[in-house]
């Protein structure tokens, strides 16, 4: 048996890992950390937001969940009216160097019967990197 290698790791040196708040995008966060850990990926966490005013209470949750596990970097994205949550984070993956992102499958919509939301299948089906879908 040869010993096990660690190309996984070149996988995943950077990963983003959008946030809102929500269960789903808490767990997105715990498998990145664990990633870190493991590997020692580069985590960056970015919360998407229009008015923002939710945006330091999801930075606590972010906080609480990592604590000080890994070192990692918080972004809080303004988007302007006429863009979308999508369409922000793939302008981040897009201006940056990530191997992956790690996203949640849906955020805090209200339908609970919806499996996969709409900015997960935005992200996934237009990234031009690795996505990996939380449930």
Same mark, same amino acid.
């Given at each position: 048996m040869s010993s096990p290698t660690y190309t996984v790791s070149l996988w995943f040196r950077? %990963?983003? #890992?959008?946030?809102?708040?929500?269960e789903?995008?808490?767990?997105?966060?715990?498998?990145?950390?664990d990633f870190s850990l493991r590997y020692g990926s580069k985590v960056t966490? %970015?919360? #998407?937001?229009?008015?923002c005013e939710e945006a330091e209470h999801v930075k606590k949750k972010v906080e609480e969940r990592i604590g000080d596990k890994i070192d990692y970097d918080f972004k809080i994205i303004k988007m302007s009216n006429d863009s979308s949550v999508p369409n922000e984070i793939l302008k981040v993956i897009n201006e940056d160097t990530f191997d992956a992102v790690i996203m949640g499958s849906r955020g805090t919509s209200v339908n609970s019967d919806i499996n996969i939301g709409s900015t997960v299948l935005s992200v996934a089906a237009n990234a031009s990197i690795t996505v990996i879908i939380v449930r």
């Open positions: 950077r %990963i983003l #890992v959008p946030v809102d708040g929500s789903n995008s808490m767990r997105a966060l715990e498998l990145a950390t966490v %970015i919360h #998407v937001c229009n008015t």
